[in-house]
């Protein structure tokens, strides 16, 4: 069922004020809404568009919003999906900014957005339960899993490389399975009759059509991109040349930390934090440390906070948050354009390549990898929000001497109110932060 603009305008809207969790918690709420409640997007289509937006770098939450948008209404659509994703994050880090740069710290805010962090939880648990029984079904996508899982939560291997590996595993695994066999019979004993050649002349006008338009696309779309990239620049030298440096220094770092952020934020946050920190002094250590509880805590890509640096830079440099503000702009500008040419430019040929059985067969193995991903990360976001600080290791007889109690039972209360009603996820996490924020007020907790 293909819904009306106005509705998805509405469920962008909501999601992007509601999509707390980092990527795990945005996928997983995503796919809970869009797949399992509205069943506007179907479970095969979503798992294709997720395993090319984990191949690229990027947030990769935000590239799934666009695609998804793209597919339900296509270009302008992926854009205001993409756009919608991340604009309520960008106006929550505008007053956070302000007021972090006059006050050093931001009211009230931290009680409700802690209430939200266990019914996030919950959805990224269930969201993960119901996505690994639909996508992990073969016993080489069950290693594959594992093999990622085992990698990330004991050896700290990279992500790039597990993907990576995965991918090599399913072409691996296509050329020595049935179904390759199967193809190559059904194409030879096609191509063996007249009808069959004719069939084929078809079948390369059509592709050789196809490859036209498409080529066409990543030329407009690309061209574009670079347009748009230099615009602000020309538009910082003709109006304001004595700070061109340091917009200038600003811009290519970001654009550079765009295109190489493979693995979420968290694989770029360090190279990050020695360049603003340690080289060019935007921000102090203190500042980042702040800036990335910031970003944990509200919702959006969890690469916005960069925009907070961004800020903090503008700011610092010329000594007000008008600086500031365009610090952010300019940051969430450069961070953001690469995503949105790298799906509008290649969401055609992705959607071509719907047909081939060999990347059907691959990309599956990309998504049990993905799957291990959500894992990690929901145990990654669990520990931080379930268990004291300082306590990664521990002994389990203690268990009770390390938990907080109270997120702990709110997350399980989550579960089971999910479990009952699915449809009402949006409004949990809602209510989860109200219910944090009076309770706060009132007992202090």
Same mark, same amino acid.
């Given at each position: 069922?293909?819904?009306?603009?106005?509705?998805?305008?509405?469920?962008?809207?909501?999601? !992007?004020?509601?999509?707390?969790?980092?990527?795990?918690?945005?996928?997983?709420?995503?796919?809970?809404?869009?797949?399992?409640?509205?069943?506007?997007?179907?479970?095969?289509?979503?798992?294709?568009?997720?395993? %090319?937006?984990?191949?690229?770098?990027?947030?990769?939450?935000?590239? @799934?919003?666009? %695609?998804?948008?793209?597919?339900?209404?296509?270009?302008?659509?992926?854009?205001?999906?993409?756009?919608?994703?991340?604009?309520?994050?960008?106006?929550?880090?505008?007053?956070?900014? =302000?007021?972090?740069?006059?006050?050093?710290?931001?009211? %009230?805010?931290?009680?409700? *957005? $802690? !209430?939200?962090?266990?019914?996030?939880?919950?959805?990224?648990?269930?969201?993960?339960? $119901?996505?690994? +029984?639909?996508?992990?079904?073969?016993?080489?996508?069950?290693?594959?899993?594992?093999?990622?899982?085992?990698?990330?939560?004991?050896?700290?291997?990279?992500?790039?490389?597990?993907?990576?590996?995965?991918?090599?595993?399913?072409?691996?695994? /296509?050329?020595?399975?049935?179904?390759?066999?199967?193809?190559?019979?059904?194409?030879?004993?096609?191509?063996?009759?007249?009808?069959?050649?004719?069939?084929?002349?078809? +079948?390369?006008?059509?592709?050789?059509?196809?490859?036209?338009?498409?080529?066409?696309? =990543?030329?407009?779309?690309?061209?574009?991109?670079?347009?748009?990239?230099?615009?602000?620049?020309? !538009?910082?030298?003709?109006?304001?040349?004595?700070?061109?440096?340091?917009?200038?220094?600003?811009? @290519?770092?970001?654009?550079?930390?765009? *295109?190489?952020?493979?693995?979420?934020?968290?694989?770029?946050?360090?190279?990050?934090?020695?360049?603003?920190?340690?080289?060019?002094?935007?921000?102090?250590?203190?500042?980042?440390?702040?800036?990335?509880?910031? !970003?944990?805590?509200?919702?959006?890509?969890?690469?916005?906070?960069?925009?907070?640096?961004?800020?903090?830079?503008?700011?610092?440099?010329?000594?007000?948050?008008?600086?500031?503000? /365009?610090?952010?702009?300019?940051?969430? %500008?450069?961070?953001?354009?690469?995503?949105?040419?790298?799906?509008?430019?290649?969401?055609?040929?992705?959607?071509?390549?719907?047909?081939?059985?060999?990347?059907?067969?691959?990309?599956?193995?990309?998504?049990?990898?993905?799957?291990?991903?959500?894992?990690?990360?929901?145990?990654?976001?669990? +520990?931080?929000?379930?268990?004291?600080?300082?306590?990664?290791?521990?002994?389990?007889?203690? /268990?009770?001497?390390?938990?907080?109690?109270?997120?702990?039972?709110?997350?399980?209360?989550?579960?089971?109110?999910?479990?009952? +009603?699915?449809?009402?996820?949006?409004?949990?996490?809602?209510?989860?932060?109200?219910? /944090?924020?009076?309770?706060?007020?009132?007992?202090?907790?």
């Amino acid at each position: 069922m293909i819904p009306s603009k106005k509705e998805t305008f509405r469920f962008w809207f909501q999601l !992007g004020w509601l999509s707390f969790g980092g990527p795990a918690g945005q996928i997983s709420l995503m796919h809970k809404t869009l797949v399992e409640e509205k069943k506007w997007i179907s479970e095969e289509k979503f798992s294709h568009a997720l395993s %090319y937006c984990m191949l690229l770098p990027g947030p990769e939450a935000q590239q @799934l919003a666009t %695609y998804l948008g793209w597919i339900l209404h296509g270009i302008r659509g992926g854009i205001l999906a993409g756009l919608l994703f991340i604009l309520p994050s960008f106006f929550l880090f505008c007053g956070i900014g =302000i007021f972090y740069f006059y006050y050093g710290q931001v009211p %009230y805010a931290i009680s409700f *957005l $802690n !209430g939200v962090k266990p019914a996030v939880l919950a959805i990224i648990l269930l969201a993960f339960s $119901n996505l690994a +029984k639909k996508r992990i079904q073969s016993n080489g996508q069950k290693f594959c899993f594992l093999f990622t899982f085992l990698g990330m939560l004991f050896f700290s291997i990279p992500y790039p490389y597990l993907l990576l590996s995965s991918l090599s595993l399913g072409i691996l695994s /296509f050329f020595t399975s049935k179904k390759h066999s199967e193809s190559f019979s059904n194409s030879s004993v096609s191509i063996g009759t007249s009808s069959g050649i004719i069939d084929l002349q078809t +079948k390369l006008d059509q592709k050789r059509e196809d490859s036209t338009l498409i080529l066409k696309q =990543i030329s407009k779309v690309g061209s574009l991109g670079l347009i748009l990239w230099i615009l602000p620049i020309l !538009g910082i030298l003709l109006f304001h040349t004595s700070g061109f440096r340091f917009w200038e220094e600003l811009i @290519l770092f970001f654009t550079k930390t765009a *295109l190489l952020t493979f693995g979420g934020a968290y694989a770029i946050l360090p190279t990050v934090a020695d360049f603003a920190v340690a080289k060019v002094a935007w921000i102090s250590n203190k500042e980042m440390l702040d800036g990335l509880s910031f !970003g944990e805590s509200t919702p959006g890509p969890l690469v916005m906070v960069l925009t907070f640096i961004g800020f903090l830079a503008g700011a610092h440099h010329y000594g007000n948050t008008i600086a500031g503000l /365009f610090g952010l702009s300019i940051t969430a %500008y450069y961070t953001f354009l690469p995503s949105f040419v790298f799906i509008l430019g290649g969401v055609g040929i992705v959607e071509k390549t719907k047909e081939s059985q060999l990347l059907k067969h691959a990309l599956n193995y990309v998504t049990a990898c993905v799957c291990a991903v959500i894992l990690f990360l929901g145990i990654y976001f669990a +520990k931080s929000i379930l268990f004291q600080e300082g306590t990664a290791e521990f002994d389990f007889r203690n /268990f009770t001497d390390h938990i907080f109690w109270f997120p702990f039972l709110w997350t399980i209360v989550s579960l089971i109110f999910l479990k009952l +009603k699915e449809e009402y996820s949006i409004f949990l996490i809602f209510f989860s932060g109200l219910f /944090f924020l009076a309770a706060d007020m009132i007992f202090y907790l």
